[in-house]
């Protein structure tokens, strides 16, 4: 995987966290992706015959994963036509954010944290395009120089 993808992958990801984190200080309709994670990781460590870890940690573990997991996921619009990495950033924003609304039902996850009201939904779906699209503007700049 090209440099450029994945500085771009990480700067989409760090975004998104940081939007994620900011908005739920300030709108309490905002997603609670950090409570879907841990949601997600407790279940997880559960199913391995584990005791999930204390709040902080859960919650720093969760934090870590997500931004790793949203930076391996954005530098995917690096691949392939470099001339199509702000459409393929887009859909794979969308995807993630659509994925965010409808996943958690069917994995047996607590879905009102991304899908509490329709302005939660919308948010969602929004966190995610802005944080793959901050990826993509980055790869396609690197990938200028």
Request: aromatic residues 6%; charged residues 15%.
């Amino acid at each position: 995987m090209k440099k450029s993808s994945v500085l771009g992958g990480l700067a989409g990801a760090v975004a998104l966290t940081v939007i994620h984190e900011t908005a739920k200080k300030m709108d309490p309709k905002a997603p609670r992706m950090d409570l879907l994670g841990m949601n997600a990781l407790s279940k997880i460590i559960r199913g391995s015959g584990h005791t999930p870890p204390p709040y902080g940690r859960l919650y720093l573990y969760t934090m870590l994963g997500d931004i790793a997991s949203n930076a391996l996921y954005y530098s995917l619009a690096g691949m392939g036509n470099k001339k199509s990495i702000l459409e393929k950033g887009a859909a794979l924003g969308i995807a993630a954010g659509l994925g965010a609304i409808f996943l958690p039902k069917p994995l047996h996850l607590n879905e009102s944290y991304s899908n509490r009201t329709p302005k939660t939904q919308v948010m969602t779906v929004a966190y995610y395009l802005i944080g793959s699209l901050v990826a993509a503007a980055l790869m396609k700049q690197l990938k200028k120089k």
